[in-house]
């Protein structure tokens, strides 16, 4: 399965996400805390991708897009948080 992911950001809110004929199949969203920090606030998949690691892919898509633009990650949706509790590897972002 092709996954395409998108990344859009207006004012202060953003979201890493998946669309399909117009649908939003899957999505994290995020708002700014400041310039160079965001908080990831909530990440939904629809039952038609679950369980083919879309979310992992979504947070995996913005941990890479935070390292680019120098920008830290601190996450009050559950999904998230326990990524970066669970990963080492992503905490270099991370300001939790």
């Known amino acids: 399965m092709e996954i395409r992911i998108e990344h859009a950001e207006e004012g202060t809110t953003g979201a890493f996400f998946i669309e399909r004929e117009g649908m939003r199949l899957a999505e994290m969203v995020y708002s700014r805390s400041g310039p160079a920090q965001i908080i990831i606030s909530h990440t939904e998949v629809h039952e038609r991708l679950q369980g083919h690691g879309v979310a992992r892919k979504l947070l995996n898509e913005l941990i890479m897009w935070a390292r680019e633009t120098n920008t ?19 905490r270099d972002v991370f300001d939790g």
């Open 72 to 90: 830290r990650v601190l996450a009050t949706c559950p999904y998230a948080s326990a990524q970066f509790a669970k990963d080492p590897s992503i």
